[in-house]
């Protein structure tokens, strides 16, 4: 059986002394030492044991082993990790957690698309519903909006704190912490809903100023140009499969 030890003495006044798994063993340089170099203090070695003799041999541990068995760790570390909590939050709440983020950040929420006049092209513009938010509190209307500017950090801040509700109870012991997993469908209803009261001021705006005629044909031009995306699909049923979750933890902690 190897083991892996640390030098505590060497053997430079006599027998050496190393330590395995919390206990001490003496060592000799001449019957037990294998390796061409030296014992020095605090050298990492491999020690291997024999019920007949105790201590059978003991090897220098290389720089380079050192190096790869902490790299092998690592890994091990991780997926022991990924264990741990795919046991605990459950499969399908990962699933709809990575699918929350995927239609959050990635796939499109809102499609605007501007058709050309005569020399002007026809636009075609994807939104993720990040954008969406980080713009929300300067957003005058969505035909106006930029994907490219810089967003509201405060709206930002609100929207990390959406993603992580829906683990919140697994950290806080109470029964009113299930509800926090409303928090995500909650928060897309909000920006829904003052992205359209938006293109509705705007709307408002034109009517006082231009005649409620042109505002009427503002507000309707405005609404053909938006497209719901396959991100705002994928985040509602995240949404709703967290809101679910979040009453059904809600009853079962409360009988």
């Given at each position: 059986?190897?083991?892996?030890?640390?030098?505590?003495?060497?053997?430079?006044t006599?027998?050496?002394?190393?330590?395995?798994d919390?206990?001490?063993?003496?060592?000799?340089?001449?019957r037990?030492?294998?390796?061409?170099?030296?014992?020095?203090?605090?050298?990492?070695v491999?020690v291997t044991?024999?019920?007949?003799?105790?201590?059978?041999?003991?090897?220098?541990?290389?720089?380079?082993?050192?190096?790869?068995?902490?790299?092998d760790?690592?890994?091990?570390?991780?997926t022991?990790?990924?264990?741990?909590?795919?046991?605990?939050?459950?499969?399908?709440?990962?699933?709809?957690?990575?699918?929350?983020?995927?239609?959050?950040?990635?796939?499109?929420?809102?499609q605007?698309?501007?058709?050309?006049?005569?020399?002007?092209?026809?636009?075609?513009?994807?939104?993720?519903?990040?954008?969406?938010?980080?713009?929300?509190?300067?957003?005058e209307?969505?035909?106006?909006?930029?994907?490219?500017?810089?967003?509201?950090?405060?709206?930002?801040?609100?929207?990390?704190?959406?993603?992580?509700?829906?683990?919140?109870?697994?950290?806080?012991?109470?029964?009113?912490?299930?509800?926090?997993?409303f928090?995500?469908?909650?928060?897309?209803?909000?920006?829904?809903?003052?992205?359209?009261?938006?293109?509705?001021?705007?709307?408002?705006?034109?009517?006082a100023?231009l005649?409620?005629?042109?505002?009427?044909?503002?507000?309707s031009?405005?609404?053909?140009?938006v497209?719901?995306?396959?991100?705002?699909?994928?985040?509602?049923?995240?949404?709703?499969?967290?809101?679910?979750?979040?009453?059904?933890?809600?009853?079962v902690?409360?009988?």
């Amino acid at each position: 059986m190897i083991k892996r030890g640390t030098i505590v003495k060497d053997t430079s006044t006599g027998p050496g002394l190393l330590a395995v798994d919390g206990n001490q063993y003496p060592y000799t340089l001449h019957r037990m030492w294998k390796s061409s170099i030296p014992p020095r203090v605090g050298m990492h070695v491999d020690v291997t044991f024999s019920q007949e003799v105790g201590i059978e041999s003991v090897v220098a541990v290389t720089d380079i082993e050192l190096v790869r068995d902490q790299t092998d760790v690592a890994p091990r570390r991780g997926t022991a990790l990924a264990r741990n909590v795919r046991a605990k939050v459950g499969v399908p709440n990962l699933l709809a957690w990575v699918s929350l983020v995927i239609g959050w950040f990635f796939l499109s929420c809102v499609q605007i698309r501007i058709d050309g006049l005569g020399f002007i092209p026809t636009a075609n513009v994807g939104i993720t519903f990040w954008q969406l938010l980080s713009h929300l509190g300067t957003l005058e209307s969505i035909a106006s909006f930029n994907p490219n500017s810089s967003g509201n950090s405060v709206l930002s801040l609100l929207g990390i704190v959406a993603l992580a509700s829906p683990f919140v109870h697994y950290v806080w012991r109470d029964r009113r912490a299930s509800l926090a997993g409303f928090l995500p469908l909650l928060l897309m209803v909000i920006v829904t809903l003052t992205a359209l009261n938006s293109i509705n001021n705007a709307a408002r705006t034109a009517n006082a100023l231009l005649g409620s005629d042109f505002g009427s044909g503002m507000e309707s031009a405005a609404l053909k140009m938006v497209h719901i995306g396959i991100g705002a699909w994928l985040s509602l049923l995240a949404g709703i499969w967290f809101g679910y979750n979040a009453l059904r933890e809600f009853f079962v902690s409360k009988a």
